[in-house]
């Protein structure tokens, strides 16, 4: 197996990664193609009178009806990225991965086509466009990121590195831009991407399981190419380790819920899970920074049109820059690296005082959700500047922070709960986060008319809301202290 199985993981691994980096959050470079709708005089038709006094006669001008709209398909795209995790986790869960995988492709292909064949007179498709572009990209994602039980004890970098692919395909769009500026068509780019989904395909009957990769794997254990007429042996595989994790990491459950010597442990439903106060400030600490960062991300072209005083050139050159920046999948594994070197040697101590090591597994979390807190604190206070240099340094706290943030999500619920309950809770905590996204387009629209462009007020009660965010941490790690202090608490 190890001769011929660990090329085969490895060729996974890659072509998985291509696959997220190329394709499945392309949302996030949002700014680069607004730029060239803009350009296409995509909802030009509303501004009417209402363009503002930014602009000039070769630059794009601050029509607050155009960018409302705008705000508004990337307030619905960002919504539906989040909120369809929940019925597609289930999907994943259910019908296992080939399902998943053909579902994504059909989403992915037909809002490519669509956008392909948009124009400034059809631009209202783009509200059917946008989110189904996003269902395909976190499918795509959530088929991917259980890759990472092929590779062990290195199973939270694998899961960050997807996790920055993810956020780095937003570069795709800057390369559509780029291609546009040199005379390569919007249609002509989309209808590439659409027949890229030959490749998808291929690589989910080829290179991809039928069902699930177990964690941890069993003796033997094929899939893809290797896997032959083995299927039903890999799902009863599957089933009996999924299982035998679902018994092992019951110890994660809070300490009052946990079984005294001698009886035998139950397994836990999903529901208990999901209404577990570690769920739910899981909840908080997603909810606050991600909606930080769709606004900022649903904002940034005129908030740069803004600060650039409508200078079409210096808004290209920032909306490029901010792309560029973007190439989370460098920043994202060191998040990945961070929890598995703390969980190597929490494991070692537990194994000289006695303490549960999957307990401790949990402990290396409060590292990487502290930090992804305090760097998105550093990113909302540079944006709160209007100094337009200054936003070279947000774009980079800004990326760096997101790849934590998607990074750290994965990889707390993958340590924090069962694995077989992994699908539905990724979908719920997306779902209910999204809902909370919704809020964008109204402080959007706050920001836009009653405080006339100022958006301090709005940075600040941002700022206060990201401290909420690391009572999280905190009590995770307090958590962990009383299992270190009392280790008969989860015997």
């Not at 590779?151 to 937003?170: E, K, V």
């Not at 606004?295 to 901010?322: C, E, K």
């Not at 909370?436 to 008319?449: M, Y």
């Amino acid at each position: 197996m190890a001769g011929q199985g660990l090329p085969l993981h490895v060729a996974t691994l890659l072509t998985g990664l291509l696959e997220c980096l190329g394709f499945a959050g392309v949302l996030f470079g949002w700014p680069s193609l607004v730029f060239v709708f803009k350009n296409e005089d995509y909802f030009k038709e509303l501004c009417g009178q209402d363009a503002g006094p930014i602009g000039n006669a070769t630059g794009q001008a601050d029509c607050k009806a155009q960018d409302e709209r705008f705000s508004l398909i990337f307030t619905l795209g960002s919504f539906m990225n989040n909120f369809m995790t929940f019925p597609t986790g289930y999907i994943f869960d259910r019908f296992k991965t080939t399902v998943a995988r053909l579902i994504a492709i059909f989403f992915y292909t037909t809002a490519t086509l669509i956008i392909a064949f948009t124009s400034a007179g059809s631009a209202v498709l783009l509200f059917l466009a946008m989110p189904m572009l996003t269902i395909g990209g976190i499918l795509f994602l959530i088929t991917n990121l259980q890759i990472g039980n092929l590779f062990g004890q290195h199973r939270s970098t694998i899961i960050t590195l997807y996790n920055g692919a993810f956020d780095s395909s937003s570069a795709v769009f800057l390369i559509i831009k780029l291609l546009y500026e040199k005379g390569i068509s919007l249609k002509a780019s989309f209808i590439f991407l659409s027949v890229c989904s030959t490749w998808h395909v291929a690589r989910t009957f080829l290179l991809m399981p039928r069902g699930h990769i177990p964690y941890p794997l069993p003796p033997n254990y094929s899939y893809g190419l290797c896997s032959g007429n083995g299927t039903m042996k890999e799902e009863k595989e599957t089933a009996e380790h999924e299982n035998g994790e679902l018994q092992s990491k019951e110890v994660l459950s809070a300490k009052e819920e946990t079984p005294g010597k001698g009886q035998k442990q139950e397994p836990r439903s999903f529901w208990s899970y999901a209404l577990s106060r570690r769920f739910a400030w899981h909840l908080v600490w997603l909810s606050v920074i991600q909606l930080w960062h769709y606004l900022f991300i649903g904002t940034l072209n005129s908030l740069l049109t803004n600060m650039a005083g409508g200078d079409v050139a210096r808004v290209s050159t920032y909306t490029n820059a901010f792309a560029f920046t973007q190439f989370g999948v460098l920043c994202a594994p060191w998040n990945g690296l961070l929890m598995d070197r703390l969980k190597q040697k929490y494991q070692k101590e537990a194994r000289k005082t006695g303490s549960s090591t999957l307990a401790v597994a949990l402990c290396s979390t409060v590292p990487s959700l502290a930090l992804t807190s305090l760097l998105c604190l550093g990113f909302a206070l540079c944006a709160s500047v209007p100094v337009l240099p200054l936003q070279y340094l947000t774009f980079i706290l800004q990326v760096i922070s997101r790849s934590f943030l998607y990074g750290s999500n994965a990889a707390f619920l993958t340590i924090a709960f069962p694995s077989e309950h992994f699908g539905k809770l990724f979908g719920l905590v997306m779902a209910l986060s999204a809902v909370v996204s919704l809020l964008q387009f109204p402080i959007f629209t706050l920001i836009k008319g009653p405080l006339q462009n100022d958006p301090f007020y709005v940075n600040v009660m941002f700022m206060l809301a990201i401290l909420l965010t690391f009572v999280h941490p905190f009590l995770v790690y307090r958590e962990c202290r009383t299992w270190k202090e009392t280790p008969s608490a989860i015997a």
